[in-house]
Structure formats: C-alpha cells, structure tokens
C-alpha cells in the first residue's frame, strides 16, 4: 500500500507549528518572570531580581488561605515550579484563589496514594504560593506555574468542601547570624 505524503507532510508540519507556539511561550514566560531575553533551555526555579516578601507584603497576606494538597512535593518560599493539577476539589480551588487576588497555601499530603485526602492528612507547615500563570491542558487537567512566598502552619479548618480552606499563622524565616554564617 503506497504511503500518502501529503498526510505525513500536514503531519509533520502541524508539530513544527506547535513547537514555534511552545516555544514563543517559554520565551514570552522567561522575558516576563526571570527577566531572560534569549532563548534558553534552562529556566531558574529562583526568580531573578525578586527579593524577599517587604513587610507591607506580609501585612497584607490573609488569615484564611485557600489550601491546594500536593502529592510528593515540596514547595519552598522563592521557588518557582510547575504543577498538574486534575482532581475536581483543587481546580475549584484554583479558580476560588485566582478570584481572591492569586494566593494559595501549598501542603503536602501525609500519604500520596490517597485520591481524596482529608484535613487530617496533610502536614501542618506549608507554603503561600503566588499563581503565575495557567495552562488548561486537551485532559482538563491544569498545569499551574507557582512561586514560593512564604512558609505558614495551620491553626485550625474552615471546612474542606468545595475546596480546603484554613486559618494560618505565617512563619518568620530569619535566619540565626551562626547559622547563616555556616551557609557561608
């Protein structure tokens, strides 16, 4: 049976034009968060030219946090990392912090094997993470770029339906002059 090179060429092309289209996006992504002009293969997961959150940042974080669990991840203030998010509680969530100004508590999950974890299996120390930008996938999942802000423990559960949601109290992340003296 002779071999349609028509198809193959419409084939061919059509993923040429979807790798332009990624990679204009990565380069519009870098030039607008890292400050990268050039194309590049390595994106720094420590934004360049950020600082540490000011005080007036951290006065205006709110009590109540929208939390998102994350299976086998650690998030950690002034890192920036993608995640996937796909189960139906965290895109709500997702779309609730989006709503309140792009701030969502990250914890992590005791066990991730668990599909529908409970307040009780989360560690109580995570992370504020600043939404960057979203990207709904062909499979309805969402693939979200967050940044690290600050570290934050859970005081107590507002509710866990239609998304978790708890009050925090936010962690001060001074380090002791000894020990960043054996950073050093």
């Known amino acids: 049976m002779p071999i349609d090179n028509r198809g193959v060429f419409t084939f061919i092309r059509r993923i040429h034009l979807i790798n332009l289209t990624k990679r204009k996006i990565t380069m519009e992504f870098n030039r607008q968060y890292f400050g990268i002009e050039e194309e590049s293969d390595i994106m720094p997961i420590i934004p360049l030219n950020e600082?540490?959150?000011?005080?007036?940042?951290?006065?205006?974080?709110?009590?109540?946090?929208?939390?998102?669990?994350?299976?086998?991840?650690v998030l950690f203030p002034n890192?920036?990392?993608?995640?996937?998010?796909?189960?139906?509680?965290?895109?709500?969530?997702?779309?609730?912090?989006?709503?309140?100004?792009?701030?969502?508590?990250?914890l992590t999950q005791?066990?991730?094997?668990?599909?529908?974890?409970?307040?009780?299996?989360?560690?109580?120390?995570?992370?504020?993470?600043?939404?960057?930008?979203?990207i709904r996938m062909p499979d309805e999942s969402i693939t979200v770029f967050i940044r690290g802000r600050i570290r934050f423990e859970t005081n107590t559960w507002i509710h866990a339906e239609p998304y978790f949601s708890a009050n925090v109290t936010y962690l001060d992340e001074n380090i002791p002059p000894k020990a960043m003296n054996l950073l050093l």
Request: charged share 35%.
């Open 79 to 106: 890192v920036v990392m993608p995640i996937t998010v796909s189960r139906e509680k965290s895109i709500i969530a997702l779309k609730e912090a989006e709503r309140k100004g792009k701030m969502i508590g990250i």
């Open 51 to 73: 600082d540490e959150m000011s005080e007036e940042e951290k006065k205006n974080l709110p009590e109540e946090l929208i939390i998102l669990p994350l299976r086998n991840m």
């Open 110 to 134: 005791l066990d991730p094997k668990l599909d529908n974890p409970e307040t009780k299996d989360f560690y109580s120390v995570g992370t504020v993470a600043q939404i960057i930008k979203q």
